[in-house]
Nanobody
Framework: QVQIVESGGGLVQPGGSLRLSCKAS????????ERWYRQAPGKQREWVAQ???????SYGDSVKGRFIISRNNAENTVYLHMNNLRSEDTANYLC??????????WGQGTQVTVSS
């Protein structure tokens, strides 16, 4: 099965921006979708964004208008551009990829901390 490594997290001031990367160990051309989730301590995992095989994107209400998901199949990488970050965006951000005939793949996550 494909393996995933997220990167790009860090400490950001409120109002700042970050780009997260989700790099897969193999081709993601056949994936039905790629998703980003986030999870903060003591809270449920929250769906953030999705991009489908045909390129259709969708977002959770809490990030709509601020985050953009994109994909580069040639690089086997999914991105999450995060803008106008708020303290409530602080969480571990996880990438999820659904490839036919494989278990749903998850990365270990990358930590985003928004604080002044």
């Amino acid at each position: 099965q494909v393996q995933i490594v997220e990167s790009g997290g860090g400490l950001v001031q409120p109002g700042g921006s970050l780009r997260l990367s989700c790099k897969a160990s193999g081709s993601i051309d056949s994936a039905y979708y790629e998703r980003w989730y986030r999870q903060a301590p003591g809270k449920q995992r929250e769906w953030v964004a999705q991009i489908t095989k045909d390129g259709t994107t969708s977002y959770g209400d809490s990030v709509k208008g601020r985050f953009i998901i994109s994909r580069n199949n040639a690089e086997n990488t999914v991105y999450l551009h995060m803008n106008n970050l708020r303290s409530e965006d602080t969480a571990n951000y996880l990438c999820n990829i659904n490839i036919p005939y494989q278990p749903t793949a998850w990365g270990q996550g990358t930590q985003v901390t928004v604080s002044s």
